[in-house]
């Protein structure tokens, strides 16, 4: 008997992908149709690298530099993550190559398109919420439960630093840190972060659970973690199948229009219409080749 893993790829930027309609997002992501398997990473390092050689720079990145940076941003990291991570892979410190820092930013927003839209959306809904004297945002998940943040007080930044430090081994280490401050001041941008992630995780765990109870009824023996599957060589296909059609039904339905009449109900408020819709038809990953692989 042969087991073998299948994972979405990047299953944070499919959904971000198909709440916004964002057809580049959904195209790099598999679930647009497409003949070839598409790599996010690798998308994210060909576009950095493009842009220091631009630049005259001499740095390159891998894979493996960019993973962590890409899946903080879909999950609400802020720039100070995206920077983090490039440090650590390149050893550069942010004075005097802020340039190549933010080539390395620009590539992730524009390889997640989809993302930086709902994100952006979600911090209208912060602000508009935080406008009403609230002590935080409740917002309804794809389960139907109700998910809360609140708003943190206090807290700001003051500067920018490179900072290093000895480890006592003769080991040095630079890093990029923030010096902060109690502004006295809510941080809504932060709450806002907090709840997209909470609301593309909920996203997550619909699909695997909906996964499960028709791979179950097939009679299709199975483990799953996150958005990853263990399964039987023989039900690949079977599989495949089963997710993209769970995809379907789950994102056929304007989440962030029901999003939007949720909060204006809750809160009284009037929120913007979500203005960021792009093209995307969900109807294609129905014929997606790559929507989960090996």
Known sequence: MSYIELDHTSSGVQIAAALARDESSATIVNINGGSAKR?????????????????GSPVRLTRADVKKAVIATIYGGTHKTV???????????????????????????????????????FEHIAKEVHATGASGVTIALASGAEFYVRFRSGEGVISKSDVSYT???????????????????????????????????AFDAEVLARVQVRLAEAGIRFFSKHDAYLIEERHRDELTEIVKRVFFEVFSVDHIAALREDVQARYGIELEPFDAYGRYDVTAVLGSNYLVSQ
């Not at 902060?180 to 932060?190: F, P, Q, R």
């Open 39 to 55: 790599d996010i990473y690798n998308e994210v390092v060909a576009a950095s690298n493009k842009g220091f050689k631009a630049l």
């Open 83 to 121: 920077y983090e991570a490039f440090q650590v892979a390149t050893g550069l410190g942010f004075k005097g190559n802020e340039e190549v820092y933010r080539v390395f930013k620009a590539a992730i927003d524009d390889k997640l398109k989809g993302v930086v839209t709902v994100q952006r959306y």
């Open 167 to 201: 480890n006592g081994k003769g080991e040095s280490r630079a890093f990029i840190t923030d010096v902060t401050y109690n502004n006295g001041k809510d941080n809504v941008i932060g709450t806002a972060k907090e709840l997209v992630a909470g609301f593309v995780q």
